[in-house]
């Protein structure tokens, strides 16, 4: 057995296990927390200052490798980062209307099935009629089906509350957020968006073949940092925009300099460092797996996040007191959603 297959299965369970615990810490940080005074934070790390950070250690010339490449170059990567922020912002929303489990969930099932399509559909409409392509939109349907599945349950979910925990209804449906079919909504559409991050990189090539010149000498792998960062930075005018607007419209900018805002940006850069931790030992994980990095690598990746998403979601008691007939669809539903990431990663092979 190749010896860098048990390190790269390992640095993709980490990645997979910061995926689907960066929302985690938004659970701690008090209801009186207004969303944009812990969101607002949490973009800022992710999408300026770690890269602006990171990138200069992890690529030799970053800066004038994005001031060389050029306008053409970078122009789409940009349009589809920015859309990427939309998604990102709306699925923080999601977290906040409908919890950890479903957001998840319905978020993570969009986001692998338009993932998939919309580049090849962008850069590869030939191969979709093609044994690949039916293969590809066999996972796509499956990963839809298991949103469908995730949404229902927390349709059943909310109903058994009400009927048989009034309180507990209570305190997990605050009567000031959208309706759950609202909140599904939110979560799937922040799933779209959020896959315009893989179209986004699809567009890198000339950006990392640059990184990789004679010029610069990078590797191929710190090489995708640069389209990372430049991903991120588009990210930043559509997420850190709504935080400045929020900020704003509701007055909240007073809140960073109350009491107890230090535990805020705590919970906002642990959040950064998972999230972005995620996308790091994915990269890692994927070198090290050869050429079934890519495809079995991402099914092990998304397989393993939505799972740690669900079960973070529990711990945290999103489902206490929730009828088992809702729990037994959720389950299901991350189950179907689970098939179709390895009907998905099986299509990469073909």
């Not at 969101?39 to 200069?56: A, K, S």
């Not at 998304?302 to 389950?331: H, P, Q």
Request: charged share 10%; with cysteine; aromatic share 12%.
């Amino acid at each position: 057995m190749d010896p860098n297959l048990p390190l790269g299965f390992t640095f993709v369970l980490l990645g997979a296990i910061c995926g689907g615990s960066f929302g985690l810490p938004s659970k701690f940080a008090g209801k009186d927390t207004p969303w944009e005074n812990l969101w607002g934070p949490f973009f800022f790390f992710v999408t300026i200052l770690i890269p602006l950070t990171l990138g200069p250690v992890a690529v030799d010339g970053f800066f004038q490798i994005c001031s060389t490449a050029g306008f053409s170059a970078v122009i789409w990567i940009l349009v589809f980062g920015l859309l990427w922020g939309f998604g990102s912002m709306t699925l923080g929303l999601s977290f906040a209307f409908i919890g950890l489990s479903l957001a998840y969930a319905i978020n993570y099932g969009a986001q692998i099935a338009f993932d998939s399509m919309i580049p090849m559909a962008i850069h590869h409409p030939d191969k979709i009629l093609t044994p690949q392509g039916y293969t590809v939109m066999a996972g796509v349907v499956a990963c839809l089906i298991g949103v469908v599945v995730s949404g229902r349950a927390g349709i059943l979910k909310t109903a058994s509350l009400k009927k048989d925990r009034p309180d507990v209804a209570e305190i997990q449906q605050d009567t000031k957020k959208p309706k759950i079919f609202v909140g599904q909504a939110i979560a799937f559409i922040s799933g779209v968006l959020c896959a315009c991050y893989a179209v986004a990189f699809s567009f890198g090539k000339p950006v990392t073949d640059l990184a990789q010149a004679e010029q610069f000498g990078n590797s191929p792998l710190s090489s995708t940092y640069v389209v990372t960062a430049l991903i991120l930075w588009g990210g930043a005018v559509s997420a850190c925009g709504y935080c400045v607007f929020k900020l704003t419209k509701n007055g909240t900018w007073k809140n960073f300099a109350a009491p107890g805002i230090g535990k805020v940006l705590v919970l906002a850069l642990a959040m950064a460092c998972l999230h972005d931790g995620a996308i790091v030992f994915f990269g890692l994980g994927a070198t090290k797996l050869g050429d079934i990095g890519v495809s079995v690598g991402y099914a092990v990746f998304m397989s393993f996040a939505i799972i740690v998403g669900n079960v973070n979601g529990f711990l945290t008691g999103e489902w206490k007191g929730a009828s088992r007939e809702s729990i037994n669809w959720i389950i299901g539903g991350i189950a179907v959603l689970i098939v179709g990431v390895c009907v998905l990663a099986k299509a990469n092979t073909m």
